[in-house]
C-alpha cells in the first residue's frame, strides 16, 4: 500500500454523499495491493490510479452498505446471521469490500472464470477473511432461496441480472443491485422498492443502488 493511500480514501470518502467509515482504510489498502498486483497478470479491472481505484470501485462498492443495513433491520436479521451471495464477484466489486466491511457476515462469492476465482481465493486468504466463501461455477448451481441478500454490479443488464438473483433470495429476502441511471429507469417501476442514488467524487455519471424484492 502506498503511503498516501490512506489519505487519499478518507479524502474522497469525506466527499460522499452517503457514509463511509475512515477507518476501512487499512484493509481496503491491503486488498487494493492485491487488486494491483493481480492486475498485471490477469484483467480484473481497469486501473489508471489510486484516485480512479477508489472513486469508481471502492466507493461505489461501499455506497451498497447503508442501504443493506437498512434492509436487514426492516427483515429483522441480525449482522451475525446475514447470508448474503455477490454473484460475478470478479476482482471482488462489491462482494469483497462488503465483506471487509460488515465482518460479521456470511458472505457467498461465486464466479465462473478460473482465474479471476483464484485471485478471490488468494484475497481472501491474504486478507484473512473467514467469512468469505468463494465458489468457481456459475449462480444456477447454488441452493435456490438461501440467502438473505443478493447482490451484483457490472454483471449484465438488469433483466438477465434480475432472472439469476431472484431464485437466490429467500421469500422475504432482497436484490440489491448497483445500476446506472438509465439501467433503473428501464425497470418497471413496480420491480423496484427503493434507490439510493449519488454522484461519486469527480464524476457527475448518476448512479443508484436498487433494492428489488424476489
Known sequence: MTSSFPTQFRHLAAECPFDVDPTLAGSLGAYRDL????NSRINLIRFTDDTHLIARHLLDSLAGVGVIDEELARMGVAAADVRLLDIGSGAGLPGLVLAIARPAWRVTLVESVGKKTSFLHSARRALALENVEVVNGRVETLPPSSFDVVTGRAVAKPPAFL??????????????AWLSAEDAAALPPHAIERTLDYTLPG????????????
Open 203 to 214: 464524476d457527475d455519471v448518476r448512479r443508484c443502488v436498487a433494492v428489488i424484492r424476489p
Open 163 to 176: 432472472e439469476l438473483a431472484r431464485p437466490m433470495a429467500r421469500p422475504e429476502g432482497r436484490v440489491v
Open 35 to 38: 487488486l494491483v498486483e493481480w
